[in-house]
């Protein structure tokens, strides 16, 4: 009947306090290395935006097409499917092919400005290497589409305004 006790403490415990404690220990040990696998990450990605940032270019572009395409079949150059790892080659990238001089290049957009790219029109870009970091419009503004609005958020304008015309 000494199976439940430990020799150190010499101290009955409950089997199922123990399997409470180990599962405490692996939690916070995974949580300890996440935190520092993150913050290696961001420091990461950190000295690459500054090194954008140093490396970037302002040019204007006539935006022929835009579309989120697979790396392998967006028309990148060799150089850059080769540097991609093997399992993001099947991620859908934001890929907009634009006429910069007499070329016409397929470039890798940032996530956050795809939408606000116009198609068909003369933008002013900042790029570094083939990435659009930046969008301006040449001569005129770029139109920004209004935010979608949550079902949640429908539902207190459509009250708000029955209560402004009952009143």
Same mark, same amino acid.
């Given at each position: 009947?000494?199976?439940?006790?430990?020799?150190?403490?010499?101290?009955?415990?409950?089997?199922?306090?123990?399997?409470? @404690?180990?599962? /405490? #220990?692996?939690? =916070?040990?995974?949580?300890? *290395?996440?935190? +520092?696998?993150?913050?290696?990450?961001?420091?990461?990605?950190?000295?690459?935006?500054?090194?954008?940032?140093?490396?970037?270019?302002?040019?204007?572009?006539?935006?022929?097409?835009?579309?989120?395409?697979?790396?392998?079949?967006?028309? @990148?150059?060799? /150089? #850059?499917?080769? =540097?991609?790892?093997?399992? *993001?080659?099947? +991620?859908?990238?934001?890929?907009?092919?634009?006429?910069?001089?007499?070329?016409?290049?397929?470039?890798?957009?940032?996530?956050?400005?795809?939408?606000?790219?116009?198609?068909?029109?003369?933008?002013?870009?900042?790029?570094?290497?083939?990435?659009?970091?930046? #969008?301006?419009?040449?001569?005129?503004?770029?139109?920004?589409?209004?935010?979608?609005?949550?079902?949640?958020?429908?539902?207190?304008?459509?009250?708000?305004?029955?209560?402004?015309?009952?009143?």
């Amino acid at each position: 009947m000494y199976y439940n006790t430990l020799p150190i403490f010499a101290i009955n415990i409950n089997p199922f306090v123990i399997g409470l @404690l180990i599962t /405490l #220990v692996v939690v =916070s040990v995974a949580l300890f *290395l996440l935190y +520092r696998f993150g913050t290696k990450l961001q420091k990461r990605q950190e000295d690459s935006q500054s090194q954008m940032q140093a490396n970037s270019q302002s040019v204007s572009m006539l935006v022929i097409d835009k579309k989120r395409m697979k790396l392998t079949e967006a028309g @990148l150059p060799k /150089l #850059v499917l080769e =540097s991609t790892p093997k399992y *993001l080659r099947g +991620r859908k990238v934001p890929i907009v092919k634009a006429k910069i001089g007499p070329k016409i290049l397929s470039l890798i957009c940032d996530e956050k400005i795809f939408d606000v790219i116009p198609v068909k029109k003369e933008v002013k870009a900042v790029i570094s290497g083939i990435y659009i970091m930046e #969008v301006r419009g040449l001569r005129t503004s770029l139109e920004t589409k209004p935010e979608k609005k949550g079902f949640f958020a429908k539902l207190r304008s459509k009250a708000q305004k029955k209560v402004n015309e009952s009143k």
